[in-house]
């Protein structure tokens, strides 16, 4: 039997430079170490990882963890044994869930005196509201969609589930506001909330999805289509990248995804059994 492909333990890339600029624990502005708990493949760390980088000039470290095997180190900052997971400072402050820090990351160093430091506008609640609206179509809809097109087996259903992905893509596609300065959901050339929630799935949709079920997310949307303004803005995005392994890495990973592997990990076992994500 041929040796079966397992997820990587390590960053590759643009990612595996960033790790290395981020091994030492420094105090932030508040006197506080941050350190990230994270996986390379994981896209939940992405979210934060991204926030991160964005926000600009955050002191953190990056740790390596493998949340499967749920060492002491992770369990101590996050009891369910999920990356991410963040430690704040040394009193025995830590989160864990991605938009929940993402939140507070935002809190703790936007910056009101700079211009576009902000994930979300403080000035325009019905904007702010607009984007908690296409993050939840994201989180309620899109992923548990990817997860169940990734996972299927039945070419019939591959079929199927394909389908329903890209109607989701699609109805997120919708949501954007028109490009005005720039491609991002906003219309703008800065990153933001919306932006950060969906990016690690788009890529894992282009490279995992691409290798896997042959989804050509290029021939679905074009170039100059909202999607592709969007896309390409992300792509070019110095946090997207600097957070980004090479597609290598992504492929190998999500082999027990895509052979729906039984005991790959909670969000496989979500899917499988119906229940929401973890
Ligand atoms: N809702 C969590 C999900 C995090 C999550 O599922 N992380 C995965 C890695 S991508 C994990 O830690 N899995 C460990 C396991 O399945 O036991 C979040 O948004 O942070």
């Known amino acids: ?5 397992n997820y ?11 790790v290395n600029a981020h091994k030492e624990a420094k105090s932030d502005q508040y006197g506080e170490a941050l350190t990230l708990y994270g996986s390379n493949f994981c896209p939940f760390v992405q979210r934060v990882w991204i926030a991160l980088e964005r926000l600009g000039g955050v002191e953190y470290r990056y ?4 949340p499967y095997k749920k060492p002491k180190e992770l369990l101590d900052v996050n009891p369910k044994g999920l990356v991410p997971a963040l430690k704040i ?6 989160l864990g869930e991605s938009t929940v820090i993402l939140d507070y990351l935002e809190d703790r160093y936007g910056n009101a005196k700079e211009k576009n430091s902000y994930l979300q506008p403080r000035e325009d609640p019905y904007l702010r509201a607009r984007q908690r609206l296409a993050a939840d179509h994201i989180n309620r809809k899109l992923l548990p969609a990817f997860y169940r097109y ?3 087996q039945e070419p019939k259903d591959q079929v199927q589930l394909g389908q329903e992905f890209v109607e989701e893509l699609k109805a997120f596609e919708k949501s954007m506001l028109p490009a005005k300065n720039g491609g991002f959901w906003d219309g703008s050339d800065q990153l933001g909330f919306v932006d950060i929630q969906v990016a690690p799935w788009i890529l894992r949709a282009d490279n995992v999805l691409g290798h896997y079920r042959g989804l050509q997310l290029d021939k679905v949307f074009n170039e100059s289509s909202r999607f592709g303004q969007f896309k390409k803005a992300l792509y070019n995005d110095p946090s997207f990248k600097a957070t980004t392994s090479t597609d290598d890495l992504y492929v190998d990973s999500y082999a027990r995804y895509a052979e729906n592997r039984p005991g790959t990990s909670q969000v496989a076992d979500a899917i499988n059994s119906g229940r929401g994500l973890p």
């Open 150 to 152: 990734l996972q299927a």
């Open 63 to 66: 740790v390596e963890i493998d």
């Open 8 to 18: 990587r333990t390590e960053c590759t890339g643009e990612a595996l430079k960033t």
């Open 1 to 5: 039997m041929s040796k079966q492909i």
């Open 89 to 94: 400072g040394q009193d025995g402050k830590c």
